[in-house]
């Protein structure tokens, strides 16, 4: 890797530099890789790597510095913990995130190479409170000049609460446009990271009953329907249906009126009426 990097320094004072608020997720990456590398996650991790995501975004390789006080105000962290307490969280999640891999194929005269990269390069957090990520050179493919991707505001998923709901967020905004999605049952066990003590009675209570209440606000007319195939002995479950009113491909993520946006969120919970999963 060449030394000779720019130092991309995420800064309010420099308009060309803030924050971003929108996270465009490679497909590839959301539909094959996230699902395994994101296993065993907490919320907490997966706010950061959203944070992360937003900000390497067509960055290339450069080192990227991101302040620890921007971190908190997008994750709406209210916890009462110490700056370093929460220094020492993240690094946590960090060192969790450096060891990511991808499969890439390359084709080299008449063979094909198969390789396995890491997605991060370096990560670290200093002592002025700023975390530091750079993207390796061979897996920036995934975070530039994309030709497909899922797009969706970081701050709406941040502010749901579970693991669950934050995950099938960022799967359902892939078919935003569409306004359906269909999972198999293993498929949204993979997706979701299901245990497997989990029967479907778990899965309605600690799973998708309290989900759809987290996701009506920002899916209108969301329902999640059961899907079951007929057998000699009744009917077995084998995936779930989760439909809303398609958006339009140009609605805005973000950029319009605070007050408009949560009269619309409201309005989309008061007019819900499948907030219980159907039988």
């Given at each position: 890797?060449?030394?000779?990097?720019?130092?991309?320094?995420?800064?309010?004072?420099?308009?060309?530099?803030?924050?971003?608020?929108?996270?465009?997720?490679?497909?590839?990456?959301?539909?094959?890789?996230?699902?395994?590398?994101?296993?065993?996650?907490?919320?907490?991790?997966?706010?950061?790597?959203?944070?992360?995501?937003?900000?390497?975004?067509?960055?290339?390789?450069?080192?990227?510095?991101?302040?620890?006080?921007?971190?908190?105000?997008?994750?709406?962290?209210?916890?009462?913990?110490?700056?370093?307490?929460?220094?020492?969280?993240?690094?946590?999640?960090?060192?969790?995130?450096?060891?990511?891999?991808?499969?890439?194929?390359?084709?080299?005269?008449?063979?094909?190479?198969?390789?396995?990269?890491?997605?991060?390069?370096?990560?670290?957090?200093?002592?002025?409170?700023?975390?530091?990520?750079?993207?390796?050179?061979?897996?920036?493919?995934?975070?530039?000049?994309?030709?497909?991707?899922?797009?969706?505001?970081?701050?709406?998923?941040?502010?749901?609460?579970?693991?669950?709901?934050?995950?099938?967020?960022?799967?359902?905004?892939?078919?935003?446009?569409?306004?359906?999605?269909?999972?198999?049952?293993?498929?949204?066990?993979?997706?979701?990271?299901?245990?497997?003590?989990?029967?479907?009675?778990?899965?309605?209570?600690?799973?998708?009953?309290?989900?759809?209440?987290?996701?009506?606000?920002?899916f209108m007319n969301f329902r999640i329907t059961k899907n079951y195939s007929k057998g000699i002995r009744g009917r077995k479950l084998i995936g779930y249906t989760f439909t809303f009113r398609p958006e339009s491909k140009t609605q805005k993520d973000v950029g319009y009126n605070k007050r408009i946006e949560e009269i619309t969120h409201l309005y989309s919970i008061m007019?819900?009426?499948?907030?219980?999963?159907?039988?």
């Open positions: 890797m060449s030394e000779e990097l720019n130092l991309i320094e995420i800064s309010d004072e420099d308009q060309n530099k803030k924050l971003s608020t929108i996270v465009k997720m490679d497909n590839d990456l959301l539909v094959k890789g996230f699902p395994n590398f994101s296993k065993k996650w907490t919320p907490f991790d997966i706010d950061w790597w959203n944070i992360i995501d937003s900000q390497v975004l067509d960055q290339k390789d450069n080192l990227i510095k991101i302040p620890i006080s921007k971190v908190k105000e997008l994750m709406y962290f209210r916890k009462h913990i110490t700056n370093d307490e929460f220094i020492k969280k993240s690094n946590d999640t960090l060192k969790k995130f450096m060891t990511i891999q991808a499969s890439l194929e390359q084709e080299d005269g008449d063979k094909k190479i198969y390789m396995n990269v890491n997605i991060f390069s370096q990560s670290y957090i200093d002592t002025d409170y700023n975390a530091w990520i750079r993207v390796s050179p061979q897996a920036t493919k995934y975070f530039n000049n994309l030709s497909q991707w899922t797009r969706f505001a970081l701050e709406q998923a941040t502010r749901l609460h579970t693991s669950y709901s934050k995950k099938l967020f960022m799967y359902l905004k892939q078919w935003r446009t569409v306004g359906k999605k269909t999972f198999t049952l293993e498929e949204f066990r993979n997706a979701l990271d299901v245990p497997k003590s989990y029967r479907p009675g778990s899965i309605d209570q600690k799973i998708l009953n309290p989900t759809a209440e987290y996701l009506a606000p920002y007019t819900n009426t499948f907030l219980k999963v159907a039988r």
